[in-house]
């Protein structure tokens, strides 16, 4: 089944411990991209990556790290969470960019103490 | 600035009932317009697109339009389901450039 999967789906963490959430593609999608989505915000993007070895800031890449070194895989990176990282995040790819269908994770609920 | 804004914020029907939801944008140029469903604690699933030529473009009890000219874009839902209950995220793609442009999402409740 083609799907986007995120791991953990749900984590508590206190502030400053570092950690890492997983997102793996089995579409061989060439774009993929994190978001985060707050009550009122809406979708904003943190990072995106055009292809193995691209990665690109998007509208709020601060506190947050990325990786591409496999197609299918694309984990994001908190060095020393906090607070204000509390959040719903999701992945999403698409096989040529952003102009085309992205196809989203089922997201990770993330709670900085 | 790129924007896209969108209403209501909420919406409670009844089912069976019709509703529309509305989407402003200031993106320009742009390449497609693409309405998502996003049921609660899940990603988002892409209902319709549209291209900057195209007017409409209807998936099963959805339609959306598009004026180009005037940059809007409405989803109208015929004959509401409970399972329609969902947020509704209109995203425009600009032509130029990697980055998606997302309105707030409009919440949708259909009663029974």
């Known amino acids: 089944e083609a799907q986007v999967t995120q791991n953990p789906r749900y984590l508590i963490t206190v502030t400053g411990k570092k950690l890492t959430v997983t997102c793996s593609q089995n579409?061989?999608?060439?774009?993929m991209s994190w978001y985060r989505q707050d009550p009122g915000l809406g979708l904003r993007q943190i990072y995106y990556?055009?292809?193995?070895?691209?990665?690109d800031k998007g509208d709020v890449p601060e506190g947050y790290k990325v990786s591409r070194k496999e197609k299918r895989n694309f984990p994001l990176i908190l060095e020393s969470p906090s607070p204000n990282q509390t959040s719903l995040y999701f992945c999403?790819?698409?096989?040529?960019?952003?102009?085309?269908?992205?196809?989203f994770g089922p997201g990770t609920r993330l709670l900085v103490l | 600035k790129n924007q896209v804004e969108q209403s209501p914020q909420s919406l409670i029907i009844l089912e069976g009932k019709n509703c529309t939801l509305q989407?402003?944008?200031?993106?320009?140029?742009?390449?497609?317009l693409r309405w998502y469903k996003q049921d609660t604690g899940r990603g988002p699933v892409s209902l319709t697109i549209?291209?900057?030529?195209?007017n409409t473009k209807s998936n099963g009890r959805y339609t959306a339009t598009l004026d180009a000219d005037t940059k809007q874009s409405s989803l109208h839902i015929t004959a509401s389901q409970l399972s329609d209950s969902a947020s509704y995220i209109c995203v425009v793609t600009p032509a130029y450039g990697n980055k998606l442009v997302f309105g707030a999402g409009t919440i949708l409740r259909v009663k029974s």
């Open positions: 579409m061989n999608h060439e774009y």
């Open positions: 989407c402003n944008y200031t993106v320009s140029p742009f390449s497609n």
């Open positions: 549209m291209t900057f030529s195209e």
């Open positions: 999403a790819s698409s096989f040529n960019g952003p102009v085309e269908t992205q196809y």
């Open positions: 990556s055009m292809n193995v070895e691209v990665t």
